[in-house]
Each structure stands twice: as structure tokens, then as C-alpha cells.
């Protein structure tokens, strides 16, 4: 294969993976054919096909890829300053960075299609937490127990308290996102969320 045409199947790929993604996110894996995927991307089925050898490995496949989107909330939670002056504005920074990100309405989207989705392919959803959220939360309780260590806070467990830190901050604008179907907070709220949350994690854990 020349370079012209590897350049011409890699943006087909991409195409494919794009469509594939608006359609699941707008019809459900069931409710979405390969058919409509092919549509949707300017291909033919038997493209889509020759990428993708059928529509369970496509959904997997975008679903995985969209793990690489952590990588910038990653960095964000490793980044805490050893300040004891600066805790509850560095916290409050934090939780209103980890909101904003975390309830942005195409993240929302996919947690509840992975969710919709989970007792058919638990493996994928059980691969997309451990490789997204989990892998935050794990950068999370290691900043924690940096912050532990300088005297800063007080923690047996740093895994559960960077849970009981997202929890304090997600529980509210993400349950209800998930009943109603798309976002119902304003960005005033989020802050007040993560202001409350930030006051109510040091309160048990400074």
C-alpha cells in the first residue's frame, strides 16, 4: 500500500469512527445499524466492514478511544501545590476544573450509553472505568497522600477520599443529568457544588 492510499484509509477510519459515534450516541448501540454508520461517514458498508469486522468491535473501539480524553484531568489532579495557606482555593480550583470537565453534555452522553449498554458488554465498561475514571481517581489518592504526607490532611485511606472528594462533587448535577437526559445545572451552580464540596471533604479530612 503506497502512502497516499494508507493516508486515504486512515482518514476513512477516522470518518467511520466519527459517524459511529454520533450515531450511537443519538440511536443507542441497538438502535444503530452499520448501514446507517456507512451513511453517516460517505462510505460504503463494505468499507466500514473491511475497518471494523462488525459493529460490537466498532462500538468497543470507540468507546476505548475516548479514555484518552483523561489524560488532560490526569495532569489537572497530579498538579496539587503542597500550600497549607492555599489548600481550600487550590481544592475549590480543582473541583471546579473536575466538574466543568466531568459534566460537559458529550461526556455525560457517553457515560449513560456505556451505562445503557453495561449488561451487554461488561468487559468494555468495565475497561472504559478502569482506564478513565479510575485511573483520575488513582491519580487523585496519590496527590492525597502526597498532601497526607506534608501534614496537610489527615488520611487512612487516599484511594477512598479521592473517591468521597469526586462523590461530594459529581453526585448532584451527575444523577441529575442522568434521569432527565441531559444537563440541568448552570455554571453558577457547579461552582457552588464544588465550593460546598471542597468545604465539606476538608471538614472530614484536614
Known amino acids: ?5 494508507e493516508g486515504r484509509s486512515a482518514r476513512k477510519r477516522t470518518a467511520i469512527m466519527d459517524a459511529a459515534t454520533k450515531a450511537f450516541m443519538a440511536k443507542g448501540y441497538a438502535g444503530t445499524s452499520m448501514d446507517d454508520i456507512a451513511k ?8 466500514v466492514y473491511k475497518h471494523f469486522t462488525d459493529k460490537e468491535k466498532l ?9 484518552d480524553r483523561v489524560d488532560a484531568m490526569v495532569d489537572l489532579v497530579a498538579d496539587i501545590p ?3 495557606q492555599a489548600l481550600d482555593e487550590n481544592l475549590t480550583r480543582l473541583a471546579r476544573q473536575f466538574l466543568t470537565a466531568l ?3 458529550e461526556v455525560l452522553q457517553l457515560r449513560r450509553l456505556i451505562i445503557a449498554n453495561a ?42 477520599a479521592a473517591n468521597h472528594f469526586s462523590g461530594l462533587l459529581l453526585w448532584i448535577p451527575v444523577n441529575k443529568a442522568m434521569f432527565h437526559g441531559s444537563p440541568q445545572h448552570t455554571q453558577d451552580e ?10 465539606a471533604f476538608l471538614a472530614a479530612y484536614r
Open 103 to 105: 459534566t460537559q453534555p
Open 190 to 199: 457547579l461552582d457552588r457544588f464544588a465550593a460546598a464540596g471542597v468545604s
Open 59 to 67: 462500538f468497543a473501539e470507540i468507546v476505548l478511544a475516548t479514555t
Open 1 to 5: 500500500m503506497t502512502a497516499s492510499e
Open 82 to 84: 503542597a500550600d497549607a
Open 119 to 160: 449488561d451487554t458488554f461488561p468487559q468494555l465498561g468495565g475497561a472504559w472505568y478502569e482506564q478513565g475514571f479510575e485511573r483520575v481517581l488513582s491519580t487523585l489518592a496519590t496527590t492525597f497522600h502526597h498532601l497526607a504526607d506534608q501534614g496537610l490532611l489527615r488520611i487512612a485511606d487516599p484511594h477512598l
Open 40 to 47: 453517516l461517514a460517505a462510505v460504503s458498508k463494505q468499507t
